[in-house]
Nanobody
Framework: QLQLVESGGGLVQPGGSLRLSCVASGFTLDSYAIGWFRQAPGKEREAVSC????????NYEDSVKGRFTISKDNAKKMIYLQMNSLKPEDTAVYYC??????????????????WGQGTQVTVSS
């Protein structure tokens, strides 16, 4: 069974950092691009970042560029989202998701069909 499980969320003060983790089971990451998404209360889900199947290509939403870094370790079946200089507007439930691809790029606009359960990130003083 293909499964993604996120962890690492929590409460952090503005300007602080968190690292989200996502572990994959039931499939190998070598053929899957991974995206990190977030949804704040009352807002639509937005794609924050994605990383290609082999990890050589990444893409970020403008508001997180320079602050967030996505990475993956295919051997460990782990995907990470390092979040620095956090702002209150980063508060949301964060999800990782996977989509199978034969390309070596990724797009935040692709249809991701395997989703984790989400982890809450709250940025507040």
């Amino acid at each position: 069974q293909l499964q993604l499980v996120e962890s690492g969320g929590g409460l952090v003060q503005p300007g602080g950092s968190l690292r989200l983790s996502c572990v994959a089971s039931g499939f190998t990451l070598d053929s899957y691009a991974i995206g990190w998404f977030r949804q704040a209360p009352g807002k639509e889900r937005e794609a924050v970042s994605c990383i290609s199947s082999r990890g050589g290509y990444t893409n970020y939403e403008d508001s997180v560029k320079g602050r967030f870094t996505i990475s993956k370790d295919n051997a460990k079946k782990m995907i990470y989202l390092q979040m620095n200089s956090l702002k209150p507007e980063d508060t949301a439930v964060y999800y990782c998701a996977a989509t199978r691809t034969s390309t070596y790029v990724c797009s935040r606009d692709w249809k991701y069909n395997r989703w984790g359960q989400g982890t809450q990130v709250t940025v507040s003083s």
